[in-house]
């Protein structure tokens, strides 16, 4: 079993910063890319960035140049440091994780997290 937990959210005003963490652990052989999307109410879900397990990353484009994505491999951790945060940013941020596991080393699959709240208040 895997599980993907997340920390961090919480409420901040206009120009705050916060820093998301997500953890993941239980029956992982390996990780390929990790990310972090967000859901807005009444909104689909969208990717707001990812990182691989080389650490090439990518961006959406209304983040780029506030948010940082980065990963502790040895930690099984992503982390997500949002900077100059807009009321626009309030939303659920999932973790999400590409991974085999010890019981299917072969094929990787999308595991997410319970998703963590961020208010950003104007």
């Known amino acids: 079993q895997v599980q993907l937990v997340e920390s961090g959210g919480g409420l901040v005003q206009a120009g705050g910063s916060l820093r998301l963490s997500c953890v993941a652990s239980?029956?992982?052989?390996?990780?390929?890319?990790m990310g972090w999307y967000r859901q807005a109410p009444g909104k689909q879900r969208e990717l707001v960035a990812a990182?691989?397990?080389?650490?090439?990353?990518n961006y959406a484009d209304s983040v780029k140049g506030r948010f940082t994505i980065s990963r502790d491999n040895a930690k099984l951790t992503v982390y997500l440091q949002m900077d100059s945060l807009k009321p626009e940013d309030t939303a659920v941020y999932y973790c999400n994780a590409q991974l085999t596991t010890t019981t299917d080393w072969r094929r990787y699959v999308d595991y997410w997290g319970q998703g963590t709240q961020v208010t950003v208040s104007s």
């Open positions: 990182i691989t397990s080389g650490g090439r990353t």
């Open positions: 239980g029956s992982i052989f390996s990780i390929n890319g």
